[in-house]
């Protein structure tokens, strides 16, 4: 019994861990799209325009108010079933890029909002503090207040961050090959092994310890970030 | 020549007159105190001279230069009004320092942000990003904070933080030195230190304007005074005509309510 788990081994962490490294790819790449686009439609959403105000919140409202699966699916097959044109292709690569586009529009909204009670949390007197010194609108932005809204927004992004590890793995849906799509894989039949179970178990370590490392990289930024007040 | 000139400027939110036709001038090296009771619009004409608060009518000049005027548009632009805020230094009431900044960062930054605008900064940039430093130095040091530049400002006192906000403030060279009831948010103890640097720079011919509730300052340390009651100015004269001899009944009144 012990000898097949033992042979069974190095063959499924190989497979578990090129899964991941998509899980890890699809991660990374909604972060660095989400952030910046979050911030982009926090704007927006404070934005005087009030047409455009709407509009971006009535966006935040649909993205926050309907699972992610559903959105992936709708990204995914809406193109090819509607206009008789998969856009993204049959191929991973397609499947990847779908994916993300549905994890930077879902995940920016998420952190919109964050960024949003951030900039208003901010007292009004260091805008006017830099406005008499002369400084611009985006000087303000960018050298009086960012800082001091990573600051506040940093537990709640945090959270945000580790629950987007586990969401990776909702691309399962679409058969992008990440960490579960490779562990689920050995109970259809890959590599010689079929049948077991305890590949798609095992990837949950993989989570557990990917966002142990995020917890403690992220507890050291707050920390980081303690020099003042 | 007087270095100020404002000539009526009213201002209203909503429905609320709270600048009605305000008018004055102020000389080169006077310091105007501004008392009054609460909402009686000195802090909003102040914050109208920065244009944090944008009149609704009225003209200010400065070295006789216009610098805003409310029908012209030229003067209504962000850019514009930018530049020439510049013309006054703004110390507030909650200080509102940088808190991620040290000290001295707090006093360098602006002239920083603005050296970097100009064209040929990188051909000088360690000269003048130095230049900048040894002046936040000087600065602090004439404030009293020589032991203090590398301090954040949750490490400060609330005195030597407003002693800060004036070295930033004092940064810009600015014409006139503008003080938003500065002593209000501070412990008794504290405001001593405070109104001490403003004597200082009084006696350097400083040309001040401060709201203030501290009466005796006031009278000490003022050429001018303007008592300011439901957005008219009272009384505009020397504090002695002021406090000793007031034209109008509600400022002997409102001076009672300080003896009592």
Same mark, same amino acid.
């Given at each position: 019994?012990?000898?097949?788990? @033992?042979?069974? *081994? &190095?063959v499924?962490?190989?497979a578990? =861990? #090129?899964?991941?490294l998509?899980?890890?790819?699809? $991660?990374?790449?909604?972060?660095?799209?989400?952030?910046?686009?979050?911030?982009?439609?926090?704007?927006?959403?404070?934005?005087?325009?009030?047409?455009?105000?709407?509009l971006?919140?009535?966006?935040?409202?649909?993205?926050?108010?309907?699972?992610?699966?559903?959105?992936?699916?709708? @990204?995914?097959? *809406? &193109?090819?079933?509607?206009?008789?044109? =998969? #856009?993204?292709?049959?191929q991973?690569?397609?499947? $990847?890029?779908?994916?993300?586009?549905?994890?930077?529009?879902?995940?920016?909204?998420?952190?919109?909002?964050?960024?949003?009670?951030?900039?208003?949390?901010?007292?009004?007197?260091?805008?006017?503090?830099?406005?008499?010194?002369?400084?611009?609108?985006?000087?303000?932005?960018?050298?009086?207040?960012?800082?001091?809204?990573?600051?506040?927004?940093?537990?709640?992004?945090?959270?945000?961050?580790?629950?987007?590890?586990?969401?990776?793995?909702?691309?399962?849906?679409?058969?992008?090959?990440?960490?579960?799509?490779?562990?689920?894989?050995?109970?259809?039949?890959?590599?010689?092994?079929?049948?077991?179970?305890?590949?798609?178990?095992?990837?949950?370590?993989?989570?557990?310890?990917?966002?142990?490392?995020?917890?403690?990289?992220l507890?050291?930024?707050e920390?980081?970030?303690?020099?003042?007040? | 020549?007087?270095?100020?000139?404002?000539?009526?400027?009213?201002?209203?939110?909503?429905r609320?007159?709270?600048?009605?036709?305000?008018?004055?001038?102020l000389?080169?090296?006077?310091?105007?105190?501004?008392?009054?009771?609460?909402?009686?619009?000195?802090?909003?004409?102040?914050?109208?001279?920065?244009?944090l608060?944008?009149?609704?009518?009225?003209?200010?000049?400065?070295?006789?230069?216009?610098?805003?005027?409310?029908?012209?548009?030229?003067?209504?632009?962000?850019?514009?009004?930018?530049?020439?805020?510049?013309?006054?230094?703004?110390?507030?009431?909650?200080?509102?320092?940088?808190?991620?900044?040290?000290?001295?960062?707090?006093?360098?930054?602006?002239?920083?942000?603005?050296?970097?605008?100009?064209?040929?900064?990188?051909?000088?940039?360690?000269?003048?990003?130095?230049?900048?430093?040894?002046?936040?130095?000087?600065?602090?040091?004439?404030?009293?904070?020589a032991?203090?530049?590398?301090?954040?400002?949750?490490?400060?006192?609330?005195?030597?933080?407003?002693?800060?906000?004036?070295?930033?403030?004092?940064?810009?060279?600015?014409?006139?030195?503008?003080?938003?009831?500065?002593?209000?948010?501070?412990?008794?103890?504290?405001?001593?230190?405070?109104?001490?640097?403003?004597?200082?720079?009084a006696?350097?011919?400083?040309?001040?304007?401060?709201?203030?509730?501290?009466?005796?300052?006031?009278?000490?340390?003022?050429?001018?005074?303007?008592?300011?009651?439901?957005?008219?100015?009272?009384?505009?004269?020397?504090?002695?005509?002021?406090?000793?001899?007031?034209?109008?009944?509600?400022?002997?009144?409102?001076?009672?309510?300080?003896?009592?």
């Amino acid at each position: 019994m012990m000898d097949r788990y @033992i042979e069974q *081994f &190095p063959v499924v962490i190989n497979a578990l =861990n #090129i899964g991941f490294l998509q899980t890890l790819k699809l $991660f990374l790449v909604t972060l660095i799209g989400a952030l910046p686009l979050g911030l982009i439609i926090s704007f927006g959403s404070r934005s005087k325009f009030i047409p455009l105000k709407l509009l971006v919140r009535f966006i935040i409202w649909v993205v926050r108010g309907t699972p992610l699966m559903i959105q992936l699916l709708i @990204i995914y097959y *809406f &193109p090819g079933l509607v206009f008789h044109n =998969n #856009i993204w292709g049959g191929q991973e690569t397609g499947r $990847f890029i779908a994916t993300s586009v549905a994890f930077i529009v879902n995940y920016s909204c998420y952190f919109s909002e964050i960024f949003r009670g951030g900039i208003a949390g901010i007292p009004k007197g260091q805008d006017e503090a830099g406005l008499v010194l002369g400084l611009t609108k985006s000087e303000i932005f960018f050298k009086v207040k960012l800082l001091q809204m990573v600051k506040s927004i940093l537990p709640p992004i945090s959270n945000e961050i580790l629950t987007l590890v586990k969401d990776t793995s909702l691309a399962r849906i679409i058969a992008l090959q990440e960490v579960i799509w490779a562990g689920q894989a050995f109970m259809k039949g890959s590599q010689g092994i079929s049948g077991e179970i305890w590949p798609l178990f095992f990837t949950a370590i993989y989570y557990l310890i990917f966002n142990g490392i995020l917890t403690v990289l992220l507890g050291k930024l707050e920390k980081k970030l303690e020099y003042f007040k | 020549m007087s270095i100020l000139e404002v000539s009526h400027i009213s201002k209203s939110f909503d429905r609320t007159e709270v600048l009605k036709d305000i008018c004055f001038s102020l000389n080169k090296s006077d310091v105007m105190s501004i008392i009054g009771s609460s909402g009686s619009g000195k802090t909003t004409l102040l914050r109208c001279l920065n244009f944090l608060e944008e009149p609704d009518t009225g003209v200010i000049k400065i070295n006789g230069e216009k610098i805003y005027d409310a029908k012209d548009q030229e003067y209504l632009s962000e850019a514009a009004k930018r530049s020439n805020r510049l013309h006054f230094g703004m110390v507030f009431q909650s200080f509102n320092l940088f808190p991620q900044y040290t000290a001295l960062e707090n006093v360098t930054l602006a002239k920083e942000l603005h050296a970097k605008r100009e064209p040929d900064f990188k051909a000088h940039k360690k000269d003048v990003l130095e230049a900048i430093r040894e002046e936040g130095k000087a600065l602090l040091t004439q404030m009293g904070l020589a032991d203090r530049f590398d301090n954040y400002p949750h490490q400060l006192s609330g005195g030597q933080c407003q002693r800060v906000a004036i070295a930033r403030a004092l940064a810009m060279k600015p014409d006139i030195l503008c003080f938003d009831e500065p002593t209000s948010a501070l412990d008794p103890e504290l405001t001593g230190e405070v109104l001490k640097v403003m004597k200082e720079l009084a006696d350097q011919k400083t040309t001040m304007i401060i709201v203030t509730h501290e009466m005796s300052f006031a009278r000490d340390v003022s050429d001018r005074v303007l008592f300011m009651d439901d957005g008219y100015i009272l009384e505009d004269g020397t504090p002695d005509e002021v406090f000793n001899n007031p034209k109008e009944e509600r400022t002997a009144q409102f001076l009672a309510s300080f003896n009592s």
